[in-house]
């Protein structure tokens, strides 16, 4: 066997390895952030999955002729939502939402419902 070569198979096995090195870990980063992103994006549709419910509780509640509660709750399968109602003044009663889900995320939402419609009208997310 001739020995013409010199060395030429290491360096390229080297560079070959390193390039799909370079490679994998670019996906395995794309890979790592697109799961995030979906678990952030399941997070957000949960939550306003649950102002959703309980907006429509409240809502039922004021279409089945009752009077809402000063303070009140739902507990919900990953979350608790909890409300507090303001007096109604002229026409327009205002409820602030807190949903505590058990991941430990926290946010606050403000309706306002009109009494004569029994609807809600202004929806405003707390920061």
């Known amino acids: 066997m001739n020995n013409k070569e010199k060395g030429f198979t290491y360096p390229l096995t080297l560079c ?4 799909f090195l370079v490679f994998l870990t670019m ?8 799961r995030k992103i979906a678990h ?8 306003e999955y649950y102002f959703l419910s309980s907006v429509k509780k409240v809502e039922a509640l004021y279409q089945a002729g009752e009077t809402l509660p000063v303070k009140g709750g739902w507990t919900y399968r990953n979350g608790t939502m ?18 505590v889900l058990n ?6 939402g403000r309706g306002s419902f009109d009494v004569v419609t029994k609807k809600l009208t202004k929806w ?3 920061k």
Do not use: C, R, W
């Open 103 to 108: 991941s430990g995320i926290a946010v606050s």
């Open 40 to 47: 952030e994006t399941a997070a957000i549709q949960q939550e």
């Open 16 to 19: 070959l390895l390193l390039f």
């Open 124 to 126: 405003t997310e707390i």
């Open 82 to 99: 909890e409300y507090q109602a303001e007096a109604p003044t002229g026409g327009v009663q205002k409820v602030t939402f807190n949903l």
């Open 27 to 34: 996906h395995v980063d794309q890979l790592l952030m697109e």
